[in-house]
């Protein structure tokens, strides 16, 4: 059983910067994988960015390429989403999940992931 708890959301301007945490409680936390999600109102989840276990491994959306990087302290055992150059279509409830690594299914769909967090408003003004 895991437990996820993401903080680190609020409102910010066009071309600001926000950190998100997502706090990984129980299970064995080496064995699982963690993503980010987001999803805006009247729209689907959608994939955001990865990492696997060691935080050596991580892979992010053409959306947010070159301006979000998603890293992993596992002495704290928290993962970070540090977003960079934000932008109003950056507007949604940001989710972080987790799965278990090496089930051979896509670290892009949400469907692949078991526990989830409660989510975190970012919003971007123009």
């Known amino acids: 059983q895991v437990q996820l708890v993401e903080s680190g959301g609020g409102l910010v301007q066009d071309g600001a910067s926000l950190r998100l945490s997502c706090v990984v409680s129980?299970?064995?936390?080496?064995?699982?994988?963690v993503g980010w999600f987001r999803q805006a109102p009247g729209k689907e989840r959608e994939f955001v960015a990865t990492?696997?276990?060691?935080?050596?491994?991580?892979y992010s959306a053409d959306s947010v390429k070159g301006r979000f990087t998603v890293s992993r302290d596992n002495g704290k055992r928290t993962v970070y989403l540090r977003m960079n150059d934000l932008k109003p279509e950056d507007t949604a409830v940001y989710y972080c999940?987790?799965?278990?690594?090496?089930?051979?299914?896509?670290?892009?769909?949400?469907?692949?992931?078991?526990?989830w967090g409660q989510g975190t408003q970012v919003t971007v003004a123009s």
């Open positions: 999940a987790a799965r278990r690594a090496g089930i051979g299914t896509s670290v892009s769909a949400s469907s692949s992931y078991d526990y």
């Open positions: 129980g299970g064995t936390y080496s064995d699982y994988t």
């Open positions: 990492i696997g276990q060691s935080g050596g491994s991580t």
